[in-house]
């Protein structure tokens, strides 16, 4: 039955019909390699689709996308939505144990591969699994090109979804223990881009997009696929890491308008020697992931003057709820709720918070996800009635602009990711050095969140600095690498609580 609440809707429909209607010939993605418009786009989404359903994945089936950025990353992850195949976009930098919890957990059937990444898949898919591997030019796997091109058939209406039915999943890390699967609706990934990109930024048809955080993240994927898409704009996908170089080189030779990154990619463009006249295109800067230091904001302003607008986001809120705008902006601060969006501010008496008190940030709005997939008690915990918990501890003043104030929690941001301190001092100790080790969160030059490792040495080092490298090799080794200590303290012993719990806030070193 089709009701108020329960509309006829496709997300992967909404997003491309309109420019077909509209803007067939405008090209919408341009990568490394190629170019593709809105209706090479669209024939190639629906010709996906169609051959998603002759290797038997069907609709509710999960299908988990490893890719870097390019331009089939768009045709597969809208071609699986128009089937009512839920993709589940993943982080391309994570240890394979981490692939291999994702794929149990999400009983995929199917993952699509990058073939630069296929590697780190070999050892998981044993011949007796029935998992599909999908990739470009690997005999092992059925080929992705194949399946983008060489069907004759269009799948030539998209699946007759609910707006309230699951669209894609993506994987939050945002609290201790296994990564969560996060569901998203179909009606979430356009009300983003109505309700942030579209009244916050302005954005229009003639903005040129690029996103320094990738497709795989909340944050990348609203930037440079969604926004774009809700207006006929064009979405520059680089596969490379982002660097100062590779970034400033992108919008130097696409004339970017749009650029979205993070404050430690902030930082390390103004530190490094890059000329302004590189970025005369840029009409305005989006930040997000951590906070970003007033510092930072006047010193980009400074540099280019134009503004950079610091938002919180969070991948179970799927874009950014709480933003500084164009002409209002407090530098240090987040902002005021996005339009659609309410905040509040609960205390530790679980009241509502008065101005000026801190206290843990809910929100409230459009693009909520459902559920984490398979964990009841951190879904009831995290998505209570309509308010979702975002873990964070925030101000707000009297005119109703929030700060941030750090996480209620353990965890830290540290170039825009989660890291938990658990996972890093589990990797720490599995160094034959190492005794006990416990981490925090300490501040670099920049005022910017990165990890810090005091350690109890099972013996006295003979080359500390040369033991440092060696454990920040094996943390390396084992996580995701950014999450390795930045500096070392060597120490006998660790403050602990009378049960033995490591006192953290104790070794912290810095005020929030
Ligand atoms: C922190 C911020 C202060 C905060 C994200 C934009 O970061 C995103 O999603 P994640 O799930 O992390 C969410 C958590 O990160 N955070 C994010 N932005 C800010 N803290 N100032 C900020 N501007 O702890 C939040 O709870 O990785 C960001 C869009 C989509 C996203 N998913």
Request: with cysteine; proline share 4%; hydrophobic share 35%.
């Given at each position: ?9 496709n ?5 491309i019909?309109r ?30 689709s ?8 069907n ?7 490893c890719m ?6 768009p ?15 993943i ?6 144990k981490?692939?291999?919890?994702m794929?149990?957990?999400?009983e ?9 990444l296929?590697?780190k ?9 029935d998992i ?5 030019g690997?005999?092992n ?25 699951t ?5 939050s ?21 109505e309700?942030?990109?579209k ?12 996103s320094?955080a ?16 809700s207006?006929g ?33 902030y930082?390390?463009l ?33 540099f ?8 919180i ?13 164009i002409?209002?902006?407090?530098p240090?601060a987040?902002?005021?709720?996005v339009?659609?969006?309410?905040a509040r ?6 009241k509502?918070a ?17 559920s984490y ?24 003043d009297?005119?109703?602009i ?10 830290m941001?540290?170039?825009?990711q ?14 034959e ?13 920049n005022?910017?969140i ?8 099972k013996?006295?080092p003979?080359d ?17 690498p ?8 060597f ?15 104790k ?5 929030d």
């Amino acid at each position: 039955m089709i009701t108020e609440k329960n509309k006829i809707y496709n997300a992967a429909y909404d997003l491309i019909y309109r420019n077909i209607r509209d803007n067939p010939n405008k090209i919408a993605f341009i990568d490394n390699n190629d170019k593709i418009t809105y209706n090479e786009l669209y024939i190639k989404i629906k010709v996906f689709s169609s051959s998603t359903r002759n290797i038997n994945i069907n609709v509710n089936d999960r299908v988990i996308i490893c890719m870097d950025d390019n331009i089939n990353y768009p045709i597969v992850f809208l071609g699986l939505i128009w089937a009512g195949v839920i993709p589940i976009c993943i982080n391309t930098l994570l240890p394979s144990k981490d692939y291999k919890y994702m794929i149990e957990d999400s009983e995929a059937k199917a993952v699509i591969i990058s073939d630069q990444l296929i590697d780190k898949f070999n050892s998981l898919i044993q011949k007796d699994n029935d998992i599909l591997l999908i990739s470009n030019g690997n005999e092992n796997c059925i080929d992705l090109n194949d399946l983008i091109n060489q069907n004759k058939h269009y799948m030539e209406k998209p699946m007759d979804t609910n707006d309230s039915d699951t669209a894609f999943w993506l994987y939050s890390s945002g609290s201790t223990g296994s990564p969560k699967g996060t569901l998203h609706m179909h009606k979430s990934l356009v009300a983003t881009a109505e309700n942030y990109a579209k009244k916050v930024l302005n954005i229009t048809n003639n903005d040129i997009f690029f996103s320094a955080a990738k497709l795989f993240f909340a944050y990348g994927l609203g930037n440079a696929l969604t926004f774009p898409m809700s207006v006929g704009a064009t979405s520059i996908l680089m596969s490379d890491r982002p660097t100062p170089e590779s970034v400033s080189n992108i919008i130097k030779i696409h004339s970017v308008t749009l650029f979205f990154g993070v404050p430690t990619l902030y930082a390390a463009l103004l530190n490094s020697k890059i000329s302004s006249s590189l970025f005369k295109s840029l009409r305005l800067s989006v930040s997000a992931g951590e906070a970003l230091p007033a510092n930072l904001y006047e010193r980009w302003y400074k540099f280019l003057g134009i503004k950079v607008l610091d938002g919180i986001g969070s991948t179970e809120m799927l874009h950014i709820f709480i933003s500084n705008t164009i002409d209002n902006i407090k530098p240090g601060a987040s902002g005021k709720p996005v339009n659609g969006y309410e905040a509040r501010l609960i205390n530790d008496d679980g009241k509502v918070a008065s101005d000026n008190e801190i206290a843990e940030l809910e929100v409230k709005g459009p693009s909520s996800a459902s559920s984490y997939w398979n964990k009841p008690q951190k879904s009831s915990v995290t998505f209570k009635d309509e308010w979702t918990k975002t873990g964070d501890k925030y101000i707000r003043d009297v005119n109703g602009i929030y700060t941030y104030c750090g996480r209620a929690d353990d965890m830290m941001k540290v170039s825009g990711q989660y890291v938990s301190p658990f996972e890093v001092e589990a990797a720490l100790q599995s160094h034959e050095e190492v005794l006990e080790a416990a981490v925090v969160a300490n501040r670099d030059s920049n005022n910017l969140i990165k990890p810090k490792a005091f350690v109890i040495l099972k013996n006295k080092p003979n080359d500390t600095e040369n033991l440092k490298i060696a454990l920040t090799n094996h943390v390396k080794n084992q996580l995701t690498p950014f999450k390795y200590p930045r500096w070392y303290e060597f120490v006998n012993e660790l403050p602990k609580t009378a049960t033995g719990k490591i006192q953290r806030y104790k070794l912290r070193t810095y005020n929030d």
